[in-house]
Every structure is written in structure tokens, then in C-alpha cells.
């Protein structure tokens, strides 16, 4: 259809409670279950722009679908122009400021234009944005919990028999030797030919991360050190970057790319991780990869693999794709996996289309 007769007419919302075939235990909480938010961005000539946010809590669900639902309202009639929309809804909430679920909601109405737009052009996202469908190398990142180390052993040889040849381990225990314990039971596990990832979730003070950051060192073996330290402390964070050798990752936590570019200012980091519900969706994504092209710095994605592996095949510095299967029990069409990639689907705009016998079995 012509572009120019695609516009926004509404939103249809659901929220779900996906059942996790690995439960997830981190130094900062366990998640059992995937709370998601679906959105079906309602277009004129009947297409339907899809995505979904990640709520953490179910309870979180809520306020961020009342967010998507108000934005909705604000940009119905608009034509489907996803950086129109991006600076008409940004306008629209600065005295609010466009952080946390506010940058979620538009995160979510985002992506989904971005999905629509492809629809109607017949176009894969990647293709849409200029790339190519092509493998994304990816991690497998839905175990390695904080949980005694003869389990992580057996977890670790079960990722990587998922047909993975990465997997990143959730360190944090409240000592430092117990992390080391874990850290020796998966490389044992695992062997030397499987890239291994290690993440604090933020656990430790400055002190403590390069204290532990340099145990890691002496062990060797380790891909990088993801979120030791509080996520907005950039200045602790770069000098943990500065004293251990072991590269530092962080980024699931920039609000927008405005943070990413403040994080690479102070230098608090080796390689950089957007998730894109934070980064500000699919538009987010594509100025922080600039951003991360500019500064020669490696960039990884954080969850939402079903977007991700689109957006990773059109940045220059493109590195790990973290996959999760969280959303898999509600899509009718998973991602596909071969050779420890993930395989970037050809469906128009991000190929994904509900399970519906599954959201209403899901249903919250």
C-alpha cells in the first residue's frame, strides 16, 4: 500500500504471564515467569504492527500499557513515521521526562511502527534498515542463576548442547570465593572453546568489583564483566574499567541513547549492551549504534532477541546477541537457531505473529 496512507488508528493491548522452561536467579531476584505487555498497533489497511515490552513484575504491566495507551491517543491519525513519532511523543513528555516506563511505552509504539512499516513494504526489518538476513552470533543467556555450583556445571553443558557455543554466568554471591567456585565449576563444564560471559547485575561496590574484577583476571578465560557496579555510577564503573584487565560491559540500563553517550564520555566501559525497550526502540537503537561506531566500541543487545538480531545485523560494531526464549510459549513462530547463531527471519517487518490459543492460555 502507499506509505503515505498508513496511518495510526489504535492500539489493542495484552498482558501475559510466559511460563520460563529455566527460572532465573540473580544476585538482585529471581524471575519465574516473563510478564509481557502485547501490543498490536492498529493501522489503516489492516495491518498490524506488533511488538512487546518486558515488565519484570506483573504488576508493572499496568501502568506501562496505561503509557502506551495514552501515547496511543496522542499520535492516532499520524502517519506510520517513526522518527515523527519519536519527536512528536518526546515533546509531548519532557516535563514528565522520557526515563523508565515512559521510555518503555514509547519503546513499545516504536518498535511496533517499525514492524508495520515493514509489513506494508513487503520488507524484513534488516532490509528495511539496509542490511542483509544473515546469522547473529548469540550467547545462550536463559540459566547459570545463582544456584550451587554441581548444578551450574550440569546447566552450563545443557546450554551449550542447545546449540550454543557462548553462555554468560550470573555471578554475585555475597562472597567472593563462592563466585570463584562457580566461575571454576562452568569453565570446567564447558571446556576452553566455549566463549564464557560473566554478569554481577550490580551487585558489588567499586572496591569490591576490582577486587573480584582482578580474580577474574588471574582466571582467565572470560569474555567480559557485565553491570559490577550500580548502573548510573559511570564514574565508578570506569574506574573498574581502568583497574581490571577483563573487558566491562554495561547498557542494559542507558535510558536512551543520551545515557549511552554520556557512559562513553566518562569512559565506563569496554563494550556497550542496549536493551531495546530502554534504548528508545528500533530509532533508539539506530543512534546508539552511531554512537558506538563513532567511539570504536563493540555493541551486544540485551533481551528481545526477536528485534535484536535485526538491529545487530545493521550496526558496524554489531558483537553478541544475548538470547532468551521468554517470549517463545506466546509467538507462532519462534526464532530459529543453527550453528550457535540466531537466524534473522524473512518474514516482513520482525516476523513475529501471536499464538493466540497461547495469550489466552497466558492471559493475565
Known amino acids: 500500500m502507499k506509505l503515505e496512507k498508513l496511518k495510526i488508528r489504535g492500539v489493542r ?8 522452561r529455566r527460572p532465573l536467579t540473580t544476585s538482585i531476584g529471581a ?3 516473563a510478564p509481557l505487555l502485547l501490543i498490536d498497533l492498529q493501522t489503516s489497511g489492516g495491518i498490524i504492527g506488533r511488538a512487546y515490552l518486558f515488565g519484570l513484575g506483573r504488576a508493572h504491566l499496568k501502568p506501562i500499557a496505561a503509557l502506551v495507551e495514552a501515547m496511543t491517543q496522542v499520535v492516532q491519525g499520524d502517519a506510520v513515521a517513526p522518527f515523527h513519532l519519536e519527536k512528536k511523543l518526546r515533546a509531548r513528555y519532557s516535563l514528565l521526562g522520557v526515563h523508565n516506563i515512559v521510555l518503555f511505552a514509547m519503546s513499545g ?10 509489513q506494508a513494504l513487503g520488507l524484513p526489518l534488516v532490509r528495511l534498515l539496509g542490511g542483509s538476513t544473515r546469522p547473529i552470533p548469540a550467547y545462550n543467556s ?8 554441581k548444578s551450574l556445571a550440569k546447566e552450563a553443558v545443557e546450554l551449550v548442547e542447545e546449540g550454543f557455543r557462548a553462555v554468560k554466568l550470573r555471578l554475585g554471591r555475597p562472597q567472593a570465593k563462592d563466585d570463584l567456585a562457580a566461575l571454576r565449576a562452568v569453565k570446567k563444564a564447558v571446556g576452553p572453546e566455549v ?3 560473566v554478569d554481577f547485575n550490580q551487585a558489588l561496590s567499586v572496591a569490591e568489583a576490582v577486587r573480584r574484577g582482578r580474580m577474574i583476571d588471574d582466571e582467565g578465560g572470560v569474555t567480559w564483566i557485565e553491570e559490577p557496579v550500580r548502573a548510573d555510577d559511570f564514574a565508578g564503573c570506569a574506574r573498574v574499567a581502568r583497574e581490571v584487565a577483563t573487558p566491562i560491559q554495561i547498557g542494559e540500563n542507558f535510558m536512551g541513547p543520551e545515557q549511552m553517550a554520556q557512559a562513553l564520555a566518562a569512559g565506563a566501559c569496554d563494550f556497550v549492551m542496549p536493551d531495546a525497550q530502554r534504548i528508545g526502540g528500533v530509532t533508539g537503537w539506530m543512534r546508539a549504534a552511531a554512537l558506538a561506531q ?10 528481545f532477541p526477536e528485534a535484536s ?7 558496524p560494531t554489531g558483537h553478541w546477541l544475548e538470547y532468551v526464549d521468554w517470549a517463545d510459549p506466546i509467538l507462532a513462530e519462534p526464532l530459529a537457531l543453527k550453528d550457535g547463531s540466531v537466524l534473522i527471519p524473512e518474514r516482513p517487518g ?3 505473529k501471536w499464538n493466540e490459543k497461547a495469550v489466552k492460555r497466558y492471559a493475565l
Not at 509504539?109 to 515493514?118: H, K, N, P, R, S
Not at 536463559?142 to 555450583?149: E, Q, S, T, W, Y
Not at 538480531?309 to 550496526?315: E, M, Q, R, S
Open 350 to 352: 520482525m516476523g513475529m
Open 31 to 33: 524471575v519465574t515467569v
Open 195 to 197: 566463549t564464557l560471559m
Open 142 to 149: 536463559k540459566g547459570l542463576g545463582i544456584m550451587p555450583a
Open 294 to 303: 563513532g567511539a570504536g566500541v563493540e555493541m551486544s543487545s540485551h533481551l
Open 309 to 315: 538480531c535485526h538491529l545487530l545485523a545493521v550496526t
Open 13 to 20: 493491548l495484552r498482558a501475559v504471564a510466559a511460563p520460563m
Open 109 to 118: 509504539i516504536d518498535m511496533a511502527a517499525w514492524d508495520a512499516l515493514g
